[in-house]
């Protein structure tokens, strides 16, 4: 008689979990892009983030870019996003803008619209989900062996 080890259960709900995650950042990014409302924010904040990156191309960092806008009922809604440039720094000055989207029931979901656009990035999140899903919740086959 074989037992299952007591956290193959956590470990599989867990990957499964962060499978559906990858689908479902991949796909809202997309209907952000269709389907959701489009406002111009303000910049707030530029930061570049560790060192330069370890890549062929030299020169290349990751920024965090904070930004803010204001809905048509007059509430702020604030978000984030990361963004690979060169080494070329940037302050915010409070006065650059950039255009972003979200959804009008719950403005919280918001991106800037360049990352909105359906492209390789997004399929590469949806497969890479259905391909943790499916890995780890497979059913492996009983072999009989007649001896």
């Known amino acids: ?6 956290n193959q259960f956590f470990i ?3 990957l499964s979990l962060l499978g559906f995650a990858f689908i ?3 796909l809202t990014t997309v209907a952000l892009g269709l389907f959701g409302e489009k406002e111009i924010a303000t910049i707030t904040g530029i930061r570049r983030e560790m060192g330069e990156r370890n890549e062929v191309k030299r020169g290349s ?3 965090n870019i904070s930004y803010t806008f204001t809905l048509p009922g007059g509430k702020n809604i604030s978000g984030s996003s990361k963004l690979i440039g060169d080494a070329v720094y940037l302050k915010a000055d409070g006065k650059s803008k950039t255009a972003v989207c979200y959804f009008s029931f719950f403005p919280a979901i918001n991106a800037l619209e360049q990352d909105t656009k359906p492209g390789l990035g997004q399929l590469i999140l949806v497969a890479t989900g259905c391909f943790l899903i499916y890995i780890i919740n497979r059913r492996k086959r009983k072999t009989n062996i007649n001896i």
């Open 1 to 6: 008689m074989q037992t299952k080890k007591p």
């Open 12 to 14: 599989r709900f867990f």
């Open 24 to 26: 479902a950042w991949g």
């Open 61 to 63: 960092y990751t920024y």
